[in-house]
């Protein structure tokens, strides 16, 4: 089975060939093709895996390419794991926003509509390419914003293309081990909302839902990151365990002067640090795989650390520096592939599964998954805060989709002004126009 990993240059890509090394079963992977536009990069991450492949028995043969028509025609599996613009595009949509006083972090606010915006496009062209050379492929998307991407090249691929984040895997781990649960395939985590703006409602075990004791006991409530993130007092509030990415919304403002006063903002920060990496991993006296290891320890050590610095967190636990993402797409590729029926939460389009969003609104809930693909778990209805957040986000990835596919400025602008972490058309305009300034991929936009 032909898997291609499109951003096949990308920091992560060990992470997903490390679980399919890890994959002995019947109709497993067995050739991944390597997509990026830089080749050194590209070469970079090849020598990690040929270090990773080194004492593992049929592993799956390994190969890179700078075509993309190449990369894709006859795949099984496209994972799509772009960042258009790169490390360096990340940091200026962090730059560009803080000058306005808002947030410029790459999938939240002003940084995840540039982000979109740039996005889009290439997404689009991707999906054109594999419907015309891969049309039984399917597709797995990772590209940030992960559900607005996965809902522009829906209409393309319909179905067969399905979004992933490990931020519910992570989110659903955290609360079971604070409730001293195994979550494994006895637990169900009711999840729902948007990608990065989601919230866990219930965690069933056997059939009982375990939150509300979760819920009611503060001590429990502070050992686990989100608990100390957002307050036993304000989980308590809303009787449910939000994202991690809604501390975004929810402290909003502490969050934004935290970035400002950073030495670094995020991306600035992965830029460098990659930079090091693909250096040393470039040179053939070190070992490509040890100083990948090195600096993901660093990487998965520091996410979101301005927020926890704000909210005094603390450190984060050892159990959540090793990813998950990875382990979310070998489950998804193993449940199609092979007809093993399991539950996943992923990015779908909506079916009626939350009332407030029509049909092809592509939402973030538990899944049931099988050689049909996936097919959203029936929730109950959100609460009105959450509801309010949901439907004007989502208005807002539309008009993102609306200005992608039509070139348009002003309806630019509405996408930014209409976000409820920005608060000024005026805001809105310069934002527009800083970001095209920045960003030679904007250019579109007349």
């Keep these: 089975m032909k898997l291609t990993i499109l951003g096949g240059g990308g920091f992560r890509v060990p992470l997903v060939y490390g679980a399919l090394l890890a994959d002995r079963g019947e109709g497993r992977v067995t050739r991944v093709v390597l997509h990026d536009l830089d080749a050194g990069r590209m070469s970079a991450v090849a020598r ?4 990773q492949a080194a004492d ?15 990369a894709v025609r006859g795949a099984d599996f496209v994972f799509s794991a772009i960042r258009v613009g790169g490390l360096a595009g990340r940091a200026a949509d962090e730059r560009v926003a803080l000058a306005e006083g808002v947030l410029g972090q790459e999938t939240v606010g002003a940084g995840g509509i540039a ?30 914003p992960a559900g607005l991407v996965t809902e522009a090249m829906s209409r393309t691929l319909g179905d067969r293309v399905i979004g992933i984040c490990d931020s519910p895997v992570g989110l659903g781990r955290r609360v079971a081990r604070a409730l001293g649960a195994d979550a494994g395939a006895d637990t169900f985590v009711d999840y729902v909302g948007l990608n990065h703006l989601g919230w866990v409602r219930g965690l069933r075990v056997d059939g009982r839902d375990e939150l509300p004791r979760l819920l009611a006991d503060r001590a429990l409530l502070g050992s686990f990151e989100e608990g100390r993130l957002f307050g036993a007092d304000w989980l308590q509030s809303l ?9 975004y919304y ?6 934004v002067r935290a970035y400002q006063d950073a030495e670094l903002t995020r991306g600035a920060f992965l830029h460098r640090q990659q ?20 600096t993901r320890a660093e990487r998965e050590a520091t996410y979101m650390s301005e927020n926890r610095d704000t909210a005094g967190a603390g450190e984060r636990e050892e159990e959540d520096l090793s990813g998950g993402y990875e382990k979310v797409a070998l489950a998804l590729m193993r449940a199609v592939a092979r007809d093993e029926r399991t539950t996943l939460i992923l990015n779908v389009p909506n ?3 939350v009332a407030a969003l029509d049909a092809d609104a592509v939402v973030e809930v538990p899944c049931t998954v099988d050689a049909h693909g996936a097919r959203p778990v029936a929730v109950g209805p959100l609460p009105a805060h959450a509801t309010g957040l949901v439907v004007s986000v ?43 300034a920045a960003h030679p991929q904007l250019a579109y936009l007349g």
Excluded: Q
């Design 394 to 436: 989502k208005a807002v990835e539309r008009e993102v989709l609306a200005a992608a596919a039509s070139g348009s400025r002003a309806t630019a602008v509405k996408a930014f002004a209409l976000h409820p972490l920005v608060d000024s058309v005026n805001v809105a305009r310069r934002l527009v126009d800083g970001y095209r």
């Design 250 to 255: 929810y402290f909003n403002r502490e969050t």
């Design 56 to 70: 593992v028995p049929d592993a799956p043969e390994v190969s890179v390419t700078t075509d993309l028509d190449e």
């Design 48 to 51: 990690v895996l040929a270090e």
């Design 275 to 294: 930079d090091r990496f693909y250096a040393r991993a470039g040179n053939p006296g070190v070992s490509a795989l040890k100083a990948w290891d090195e």
């Design 239 to 247: 009787g449910a365990i939000p994202n991690e990415y809604l501390h």
């Design 351 to 353: 079916r009626g599964t």
């Design 115 to 144: 982000y979109g915006l740039r996005t889009v496009p290439v997404a689009v062209d991707i999906a054109r390419r594999v419907a015309r050379l891969a049309p039984d492929a399917w597709v797995i998307n990772f590209t940030n």
